[in-house]
Nanobody, 122 residues
Framework: VQLQASGGGTVQPGGSLRLSCAVS????????VGWFRQAPGKEREGVSC????????YYEDYVKGRFTISRDIAKNTVYLQMNSLKPEDTAIYYC????????????????WGQGTQVTVSS
């Protein structure tokens, strides 16, 4: 199973980025997918997840209203559209999935991507 996260970069505050997480070796149609992030010197934290059962999405308060998670089952890819970015969103963003994955409980996700750097700076 491989997860390839991409789409990171450097943007100014207020800007937008769309992250992609392409999965191979595992069918996303039967698994939840989570996005997590880790800022320098901080623990990794949850950002958003999408349920396998009904495509329902969950967002942590600090990104709610600004980020949108979605997935394309045909492409086995999950996206994270990030708008109105703030400097505090600067982090390495990771996607994760797995048969046990649920919500933003990191220990339940078996498969992780390598991460993509997002930097928000003027």
């Amino acid at each position: 199973v491989q997860l390839q996260a991409s789409g990171g970069g450097t943007v100014q505050p207020g800007g937008s980025l769309r992250l992609s997480c392409a999965v191979s070796g595992f069918t996303l149609g039967y698994a939840s997918v989570g996005w997590f992030r880790q800022a320098p010197g901080k623990e990794r934290e949850g950002v958003s997840c999408i349920s396998s059962s009904d495509d329902s999405a969950y967002y942590e308060d600090y990104v709610k209203g600004r980020f949108t998670i979605s997935r394309d089952i045909a492409k086995n890819t999950v996206y994270l559209q990030m708008n109105s970015l703030k400097p505090e969103d600067t982090a390495i963003y990771y996607c994760a999935t797995g048969p046990r994955g649920w919500g933003l409980v990191q220990r339940l996700y078996d498969y992780w991507g390598q991460g993509t750097q997002v930097t928000v700076s003027s």
